[in-house]
């Protein structure tokens, strides 16, 4: 995906996820499902890589996602895709920081990787070099430049997730799906391009207990409506 939006509140613990995922129009792709049973490891699966973009483990209550810092990975390059569900599948935030910690980041193609639970954020990337660390703000974004980098569309969609974090957690949900379908400015959220644009887009919630709701638009968001998905009766 190339543009992910975390927002974390503490009253009650909550944390809203965005995500836009931008990718070659003809790159197959599955809608999100149950990658593994056990962990259940939940999530949209790249047909190319194997991977995902976006996976939620439903009993630890974490979620991974991943922006591509670059289109497509060389030759010999680790799928960053399986890297996601690999971290995903861990136990907990701390299991899943201590497998990338241990990780040569730099087998993969160029990413920026966010881990996260109601309670932290935590981000790693390999671009320029490798690193992991925890976010102490209440909002995160990441798009496809190296973190940290000034770029107009995460500065446009940071500026207005702190406008949403301001909100509280209910009414940032329901408003969320508009942000991510905007077309305004030179760098829109919601991307269409020759051959290129906006695929899908993700609303995540997760509370305490796991996860709240996932509404996911299997198409461009601005057009395609959000549907909330069921998960395994028990996670649900």
Same mark, same amino acid.
């Given at each position: 995906?190339?543009?992910?939006?975390?927002?974390?509140?503490?009253? *009650?613990?909550?944390?809203?996820?965005?995500?836009?995922?931008?990718?070659?129009?003809?790159?197959?792709?599955? *809608?999100?499902?149950?990658?593994?049973?056990?962990?259940?490891?939940?999530?949209?699966?790249?047909?190319?890589?194997?991977?995902?973009?976006?996976?939620?483990?439903?009993?630890?209550?974490?979620?991974?996602?991943?922006?591509?810092? /670059?289109? !497509?990975?060389? *030759?010999?390059? /680790?799928?960053?895709?399986?890297? =996601? =569900?690999?971290? $995903?599948?861990?136990?907990?935030? $701390?299991? @899943?920081?201590?497998?990338?910690?241990?990780?040569?980041?730099?087998?993969?193609?160029?990413?920026?990787?966010?881990?996260?639970? =109601?309670? #932290?954020?935590? #981000?790693?990337?390999?671009?320029?070099?490798?690193?992991? /660390?925890?976010?102490?703000?209440?909002?995160?974004?990441?798009?496809? #430049?190296?973190?940290?980098? @000034?770029?107009?569309?995460?500065?446009?969609?940071?500026?207005?997730?702190?406008?949403?974090?301001?909100?509280?957690?209910?009414?940032?949900?329901? =408003?969320?799906?508009?942000?991510? $379908?905007?077309?305004?400015?030179?760098?829109?959220?919601?991307?269409?391009?020759?051959?290129?644009?906006?695929?899908?887009?993700?609303?995540?919630?997760?509370?305490?207990?796991?996860?709240?709701?996932?509404?996911?638009?299997? !198409?461009?968001?601005?057009? #395609?409506?959000?549907?909330?998905?069921?998960?395994?009766?028990?996670?649900?």
């Amino acid at each position: 995906m190339c543009v992910l939006v975390a927002i974390r509140f503490d009253d *009650p613990p909550r944390l809203l996820l965005g995500a836009n995922r931008d990718e070659r129009l003809d790159r197959p792709w599955r *809608p999100p499902h149950l990658l593994l049973d056990e962990p259940p490891v939940f999530g949209g699966q790249d047909l190319v890589g194997g991977g995902s973009w976006l996976a939620v483990n439903l009993a630890a209550g974490v979620v991974v996602g991943v922006t591509n810092a /670059r289109l !497509g990975a060389p *030759p010999g390059e /680790r799928s960053r895709g399986e890297l =996601v =569900v690999s971290v $995903a599948r861990e136990g907990g935030v $701390a299991e @899943a920081l201590a497998l990338v910690a241990e990780l040569d980041l730099n087998r993969y193609g160029p990413f920026n990787l966010l881990i996260a639970d =109601v309670h #932290t954020l935590w #981000t790693a990337t390999n671009l320029p070099i490798p690193s992991l /660390r925890r976010e102490e703000g209440a909002v995160v974004v990441i798009g496809n #430049t190296p973190m940290g980098t @000034a770029e107009v569309r995460t500065h446009r969609a940071h500026r207005a997730a702190l406008s949403l974090a301001r909100l509280g957690g209910e009414r940032a949900g329901s =408003v969320l799906g508009k942000f991510l $379908a905007d077309h305004t400015g030179e760098d829109p959220l919601c991307r269409h391009g020759q051959g290129y644009g906006t695929v899908c887009s993700t609303i995540l919630e997760l509370a305490p207990g796991g996860v709240r709701s996932y509404r996911f638009a299997a !198409g461009p968001p601005c057009t #395609t409506p959000f549907t909330e998905l069921l998960l395994p009766s028990r996670y649900s």
